[in-house]
């Protein structure tokens, strides 16, 4: 025996609604609706809080040691040699270092910077000894 529509005059599965089963169903249905509707509200809710943290935490994390990549770089600019960097304020020099270690763009850019100035020590001293042993030959 099958329990399709077609088949609910023939069956005697069917049987009358009782009283108020159908507002009841209904009234089930719009509790169901609205805690879906409450859920999605909620995560909205958590969606938003989560960005913004994710946005406080990256501003935060664009002024590692405290000070900007402007500052950083200004710094650096003003007291690009040791001594001069040694003039520098204690705890500027410390916010100084601190932001190149931590900052991606900064650490890249003056790694780059090491990087060149490493190449040209390393040729220059490859000259020396060239012209040295040119001298003793
Ligand atoms: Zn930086």
Not at 4 to 30: F, H, I, Q, T, V
Not at 48 to 57: D, L, N, P, R, Y
Not at 77 to 91: C, I, K, R, V
């Amino acid at each position: 025996m099958t329990n399709s529509p077609n088949d609910a005059g023939r069956s005697n599965d069917w049987e009358p609604c009782r009283s108020g089963e159908l507002r009841d169903l209904a009234s089930r249905l719009r509790s169901s609706r609205r805690m879906g509707s409450n859920l999605l509200k909620l995560a909205a809710v958590v969606l938003i809080g989560a960005m913004i943290g994710t946005g406080v935490f990256l501003y935060q994390n664009r002024s590692p040691g405290g000070i900007t990549c402007q500052q950083c770089s200004q710094y650096l600019a003003s007291h690009g040699t040791s001594e001069a960097f040694h003039q520098l304020d204690a705890d500027v020099r410390q916010s100084i270092v601190k932001h190149v270690a931590d900052c991606p763009d900064c650490h890249e850019h003056f790694q780059h910077r090491l990087d060149k100035l490493i190449g040209r020590i390393q040729s220059g001293i490859a000259e020396m000894v060239a012209f040295a042993e040119s001298l003793w030959r």
